[in-house]
């Protein structure tokens, strides 16, 4: 297609076209009306528009489903509401300044060096680029310049944005504020809010409520993404509770330090979602010539329910977010060792460990904390990251080996970010610990963290990582990131640019996995922190994972799992099986631990020396089953066939692109009074098709009536199939294969 540059100077609009090639297909993604001098951006069946008004504000128009670019006429400013609300506030400003009267939530604040704190910022020019439109807007005085940066994911239906601000003035200027967007549903009211908090080992409790007048504020402070709040968000005004039907409007930031996203109700009915860098504690100062660039934010529609929602994001993720094309392959079957050994590992230990792992069809095998440095507890250790040599006097290459002999690749736990004060790192190097001079260091699990801002901590912290790596046949890192910030002062640089540990720290980390995937493109990450404190999208463009959650309880974990889903893909959900009692003193079935763990990619945590021979026989049989339906898991459609309220019964089922296959699970905490349950009715299936019906579950059930062989996809779906649970802590899975009449 064309690549168009359109400048305005006052109202006059110079279109300057540049060379580009030329498609005779689908109308392009991204089109510039110069009639009516609106954009429009078409994303799957949604359109996202907007236009440059008569007073060369960019001006938002419309979000929602697939619309034509003449259904739009030229756009006005909105008039003021009385004195008390000018038109610069009742006018849906693509990214606003505070300036000029504005009262909404602003996408950009700045102070110059003279004290002037007002910014009003006006359309100077666009480009188009294939999928990419670019947006200039500039101060109407200073020389002040933000870029908007648009991408359309066509495919997915996703549009991103981000925010570019520059300055070109010669003083530096302090950013206090800069977000990614402002993304405005249809006016109204009577909209709910989905969104996901908790706490550690209660991560993604998802939450619903009413949008009221006022804001309501998602956020985190805590310099990482966080347990307590996710950045994630789902607008609908339907208010049904049917998960495939109705209007929903949802998003989620790329970015895993402080962030903060706002829902804002105006007294005129306009609902706002603005999302970007946390502005708590936040001045970034930007030095002439400088930029500052901030997260992306990814934001979608559909009129599938909050199911297709899901759905939406889970396809995104894993064909545009995730690494090295890792969304199209299927995850391994883990082992890890840190249930079994603690800190005690040595090499004779995890041979040992290793050997039962692979007898049970385990394909990777994780040795966690405990084999570096004088790490025998949580006191000690971090930051010296060399092989003990008293549990390993070889190295690690023997283990490696005999891990490799048994089938399976290797992967071992890190903390890289991480300090303890009794360690030689510290002693040699307290000032890389993050601190403010005369004030005490707040420890969290004996640590502390180090301040990844500065370039010389990033430099070792790398090369000791990337001389792991390279000395070694290591396949997967164990992440971890067990502490929030705390003290987040940086006293080496000028007072003036200390606020920016906020976002360097981030960029730091980000930096530091680039270089480390570019050097060893094979190598696989898991994002962990102290279970889901660090997943978003801006981590998922560098692993392959992540850890929901430090609670591996099965009966918890459905609750987990299923709140996790509303904004990320199961592909990258590791899900263990683990020993009982556990979290809260709840034991429950070797069955059920499996069947739950199949709903993500599954792992076993469990102390393997402890097992019995049955244990290890049926772990064998459901580790060879989720082979036979990983693909389903990992890489088909997710339909919540439950509602979130319901904690006594919970089912999921995933099917195929193709919708030749699926598979169910089904989890009954108790039975009552002898009853059965309903039939559970299916999703997204063919409904022209006959499908073949195998019950897996691991028991035998000489009581239970038997399902049919064959059922068709309409009866699965509008009548439904019975479940054959019973008793407390009961699980089935059905496995569906769809075949010739």
């Known amino acids: 297609m064309f690549s168009r540059r359109f400048i305005a100077t006052s109202a006059v609009f110079v279109p300057f076209l540049f060379t580009g090639s030329v498609s005779a297909q689908a109308p392009a993604p991204i089109r510039f009306v110069e009639k009516s001098k609106i954009i429009v951006l078409d994303a799957g069946s949604s359109s996202y528009v907007f236009g440059v008004n008569e007073q060369n504000m960019l001006q938002h128009i419309y979000w929602g489903g697939h619309a034509r670019d003449e259904d739009f006429a030229a756009v006005r400013s909105f008039p003021e509401w009385a004195s008390f609300d000018l038109g610069t506030t009742t006018t849906p400003q693509e990214y606003p300044g505070w300036g000029a009267g504005l009262y909404v939530e602003p996408s950009l604040k700045v102070t110059f060096p003279d004290g002037n704190r007002d910014l009003v910022l006006r359309y100077v020019e666009h480009r188009i680029d294939g999928n990419t439109l670019t947006v200039t807007l500039k101060d109407i005085d200073r020389e002040l310049f933000v870029q908007l940066r648009y991408t359309v994911y066509a495919k997915a239906g996703i549009i991103g944005r981000e925010a570019v601000v520059e300055n070109r003035t010669d003083k530096p200027a302090v950013v ?26 209660g991560e993604w409790q998802l939450n619903e409520e009413p949008v009221h007048t006022g804001i309501k504020v998602l956020e985190s402070r805590r310099g990482s993404t966080s347990h307590q709040m996710n950045p994630w968000f789902a607008l609908d005004r339907d208010g049904s509770n049917d998960p495939e039907h109705g209007s929903v ?304 309880e099965a009966f918890d974990r459905l609750t987990i799992q299923q709140g996790f889903t509303y904004a990320y893909t199961p592909h990258v959900m590791m899900a263990w099986v683990t020993d009982v009692p556990n979290f809260n003193g709840r034991s429950v079935p070797l069955q059920f631990r499996f069947l739950v763990a199949m709903q993500g990619s599954l792992g076993i945590g469990s102390n393997l020396n402890k097992w019995q021979q049955e244990d290890f026989a049926l772990a064998k049989q459901m580790v060879g089953y989720y082979k036979s339906i990983r693909e389903m898991v990992q890489n088909g459609g997710l339909y919540r066939l439950t509602p979130p309220a319901d904690t006594n019964f919970k089912a999921s089922q995933y099917v195929s692109p193709d919708k030749s296959q699926s598979v169910v699970f089904a989890f009954l905490h108790s039975q009552q009074f002898g009853r059965t349950l309903p039939a559970l009715r299916l999703e997204g299936l063919d409904e022209k098709a006959s499908y073949s019906v195998t019950v897996f579950d691991g028991k035998s059930r000489p009581h239970a009536a038997a399902l049919p062989a064959r059922l068709s996809g309409a009866y699965l779906m509008h009548q439904g199939i019975a479940l054959p649970l019973t008793g407390d802590y009961d699980a089935t899975s059905i496995k569906l294969e769809r075949v010739a009449d």
């Open 176 to 201: 206090e504020n800069a977000q990614s967007g402002a993304f405005y549903v249809p006016d109204g009211d009577c909209y709910r809010l989905r969104y996901l908090s908790g706490r550690w080992a």
């Open 249 to 552: 409007w949802f998003g989620a930031l790329g970015w895993s330090g402080s962030w903060r996203i706002s829902v804002e109700q105006t007294p005129h009915q306009q609902v706002r979602v603005t999302g970007g860098f946390n502005p708590f504690d936040f001045g970034y100062t930007l030095a002439p010539g400088e930029k500052l660039e901030t997260p992306a934010f990814y934001a979608g529609y559909t009129d599938g329910g909050i199911g297709e929602a899901s759905r939406i994001l889970h396809r995104f993720e894993q064909t545009e977010i995730l690494p090295n094309h890792s969304g199209a392959r299927t995850r391994p079957v883990l082992y890890n060792s840190w249930e079994a050994t603690e800190f005690n590992v040595d090499e004779p230990g995890q041979k040992a460990l290793a050997e039962k792992a692979a007898s049970l069809g385990v394909e990777r095998f994780v040795m966690d904390d405990g084999w570096f440095g004088q790490r025998n507890t949580d006191h000690a250790g971090l930051g010296d990251w060399y092989v003990n040599p008293r549990k390993f006097p070889n190295g690690l290459g023997p283990l490696i080996e005999r891990v490799h002999e048994l089938g399976m690749d290797f992967g071992i736990w890190v903390e890289p970010e991480m300090v303890n004060p009794d360690s030689d790192l510290y002693r040699k190097h307290p000032d890389w610990a993050m601190h403010f001079d005369g004030r005490p260091r707040t420890e969290a699990r004996n640590q502390l963290l180090l301040n990844l801002a500065r370039d010389d901590v990033r430099d070792y912290v790398f090369h000791w990582l990337d001389e792991l790596v390279s000395k070694n046949d290591i396949a997967f890192l164990k992440w971890d990131y067990n502490r929030n910030f705390s003290e987040p002062g940086w006293p080496e640089v000028p007072s003036d640019q200390q606020k920016k540990i906020w976002v360097k720290f981030t960029q730091n980390l980000y930096e530091i996995l680039d270089r480390l995937r570019k050097n060893h493109p094979k190598l696989e990450i898991e994002s962990c922190s102290g279970g889901g404190g660090r997943v978003d999208l801006g981590i998922l463009r560098r692993v392959e994972q992540v850890w929901p959650s430090d609670n591996t």
